[in-house]
């Protein structure tokens, strides 16, 4: 058996009992053979996830017919370049008919089975860059930004200075990432629209169907209700368990609060002006709206809320995300990014993880020596300036 084959689908069906299905491993591999020629002009970046993704095709094909436990999705790569990977190699890799479990697979099969395709069929035989075959997706109804550029554009300047002032007057450093992450998706990605539970219903509706469905658009670009909703979300995932009903009503209230006083915040007001783009003011009905609109539409079953662990705490030193310029500030997205995590799925090593607490402070250490030397080399030049 293939050694990264094994490692995939063992850490995508942690909760497996007993070995691998021989169906399973044969599928998987089957599917990295059939990939290497019908997707061969993949990124290095891309490339290491390619084991991965075929592992995680085969498990989603064969999940009913083999009665696997739940998938659980551990990239080796970003998610965003493994959602498009994924999607790209779900389509361009044929699907294959099975009669009944343990049978082998009939690898000259062309009998798809029942499922729901994008539109963009790929020719066997031919390739295509990702790019491409994200444009010909039939788009699904929600919030849609085009390209890398458009997605930036649609999130306003002022987003990552106010979650960081939440989180930081929250006492949670730790949700930093998650909240931005959990933003970023509601602002750019399509709606997941799966039903709602009645559990959900109850929690979160106010008023009847006719309402809440009267009240979509009116929530759209509440971009600081958005903000406090997402908060709440991950802060209570995050304590480990879902908040009562007051807890939760005291937590939208503090981050109800801190939102709007972001706004006359003076370092954020000397930072951006009246450049505050979007910004609308909020109350709790516009906070309620969101949280209905996350419960219900299927938000929370995306990457940035299945990938927070329950019950992981909210604290984390706040100085993990300064950028290193002096100024104890985070100037952009990407000090949100930091601390890469290591362990099984994450193809992450300690000699390449160039951010970790050690090197961190090693690099600290080397600024400051740095710096001294250039201290005397300037004052050497003077020096010899003042002497001529």
């Given at each position: 058996m ?12 942690p909760?497996?009992?007993?070995p691998?299905?021989?169906d ?26 390619r084991?991965?993704a ?7 094909r ?13 990239p ?27 049978e ?5 099969s062309?009998?798809?089975?029942p499922t729901?395709?994008?539109a963009?069929s ?5 390739h295509k ?6 444009n010909?997706r ?6 849609k930004?085009?390209?890398?550029k ?9 987003v ?6 939440l989180c930081?007057?929250?006492d ?9 992450a ?6 750019t990605?399509?709606c997941p ?10 929690r979160?509706?106010?008023?009847n ?5 009267g009240?979509?658009?009116i929530i759209r ?8 909703a ?9 304590s ?11 937590q939208?209230?503090?981050a ?13 007001v ?10 609308e ?11 209905q609109?996350?419960a219900t ?9 299945e ?9 984390l030193?706040p ?24 362990g ?6 300690h ?13 600290k ?9 250039i ?14």
């Open positions: 293939n050694r990264s084959i094994e490692q995939a689908l063992t850490n995508l069906i909760r497996l009992n007993g691998l299905p021989p399973l491993v044969e599928l998987a591999s089957s599917l990295l053979a059939q990939s290497r020629n019908k997707a061969s002009n993949l990124k290095a970046e891309e490339e290491v996830g084991a991965y075929c592992c995680n095709i085969a498990c989603e064969l999940k009913k017919t083999l009665d696997l436990p739940p998938i659980e999705q551990r080796p790569i970003p998610p965003k370049v493994y959602k498009k990977l994924y999607a790209y190699l779900d389509q361009a890799l044929p699907q294959k008919a099975r009669k009944r479990a343990g082998p697979i009939d690898n000259d062309r009998t798809n089975t729901k395709r994008t963009g790929v020719v066997p035989g031919s860059t990702i790019s491409a075959f994200q010909e039939t788009p699904k109804k929600g919030l930004v085009g390209n890398a458009d997605r930036d554009a649609r999130i306003p300047k002022w990552v200075p106010v979650i960081r002032l930081r007057e929250s949670a450093a730790k949700a930093m990432p998650h909240v931005l959990g933003v970023e998706s509601l602002l990605l399509p629209e799966i039903e709602e539970t009645p559990r959900k219903r109850a979160f509706s106010k008023g169907e006719a309402e809440r469905q009240s979509e658009e670009g509440k971009i600081p209700a958005l903000i406090a997402i908060y709440v979300y991950v802060e209570e995932k995050l480990g368990g879902d908040f009562e009903a007051k807890a939760m009503k005291v939208r209230r503090k109800l609060k801190i939102v709007q006083q972001s706004r006359s915040d003076e370092a954020l000397a930072r951006f002006g009246e450049d505050w783009t979007e910004w003011d909020l109350d709790e009905e516009d906070v309620d709206k969101w949280l609109e996350l539409k299927g938000w929370v079953h995306m990457d940035w809320y990938n927070i662990q329950s019950g992981s705490g909210l604290d030193d100085d993990a995300y300064d950028d290193g310029d002096g100024d104890g500030e985070d100037d952009g997205r990407e000090g949100l990014r930091i601390g890469m995590r290591r099984l799925g994450t193809m992450m090593q000699r390449v993880d160039y951010l970790s607490e050690e090197r961190r402070e090693d690099y250490q080397w600024k400051a020596a740095v710096l001294v030397k201290d005397e080399l300037l004052q050497a030049k003077a020096g010899q300036g003042s002497e001529t």
